[in-house]
């Protein structure tokens, strides 16, 4: 996809409407100039209860936990760091007595861990109540988004000394953020935020959690 855009000359975004929301971005925004100090460990979870039939549910159909929901995960700590990771371990459960996971798995748990020393503790679930939320350990405090990848509600926490507080930061469509940045882009000839290679990125770890899962063996990530 990313070299048929370069020959067509066209725009390529992927359509992570996370990054043009500002709650995230305000997120990312405190991790670059380390509002907090160094990132130490994350945690994320993004988990639902998925009823069959559903196209989650097959395999054929590029169905399981983690290219749905756990992505959501992986591409906020890669967002949260501003870095790669460099090697990643992780667990899969596909219980018997459950046939909707004949196809694919239950649940992964994954951990990612980045060249400055941060390490991202992962899990997605299909069989969970919902819950859709991270927490950024930092030197001097915490950054927490409960919930984080919802459609609207969102909810910034940050602490420091014992002082904890809900920021509150005006909701906007998320939907409609991304398409006005890529007519933008359009428009004006600009390289989106979101370009083809920030999802080639993504599949790249999924690729190494799957192996790593399969294996039991952590996985090694070369760029």
């Known amino acids: 996809m990313i070299a048929a ?24 925004e405190l991790c670059a100039k380390k509002a907090f100090g160094e990132i130490k460990t994350i945690s994320s979870s993004n988990c639902q209860d998925v009823k069959a039939p559903n196209i989650r549910l097959s ?12 992505i959501y995960s992986l591409n906020a700590a890669r967002y949260i760091t501003h ?9 899969a459960h596909q219980p018997k007595d459950d046939p909707r996971f004949r196809e694919v798995p239950q649940s992964v748990a994954f951990t990612l861990h980045f060249p400055s020393g941060a390490i991202a503790n992962c899990d997605c679930s299909f069989a969970s109540a919902p819950v859709r939320c991270y927490s950024v350990h930092c030197a001097q405090g915490l950054i927490e988004m409960n919930p984080a990848f919802s459609y609207n509600g969102l909810r910034l926490f940050v602490e420091r000394e014992k002082r904890r507080e809900d920021w509150q930061i005006p909701e906007i469509n998320q939907f409609a953020a991304e398409m006005d940045h890529f007519s933008e882009c359009v428009l004006d000839d600009k390289q989106p935020r979101t370009p083809g290679e920030e999802g080639l990125a993504d599949m790249i770890v999924i690729e190494a959690i799957e192996e790593a899962a399969r294996s039991g063996k952590a996985v090694k990530l070369k760029r």
């Open 83 to 91: 870095e790669e990771p460099v090697e990643v371990t992780a667990f």
């Open 59 to 70: 395999r054929k159909l590029g169905g399981g936990p983690l290219g749905d929901i756990g």
């Open 5 to 28: 855009a370069r020959q067509a000359r066209k725009k390529l975004m992927i359509a992570y409407r996370l990054h043009y929301e500002p709650f995230n971005r305000k997120v990312m």
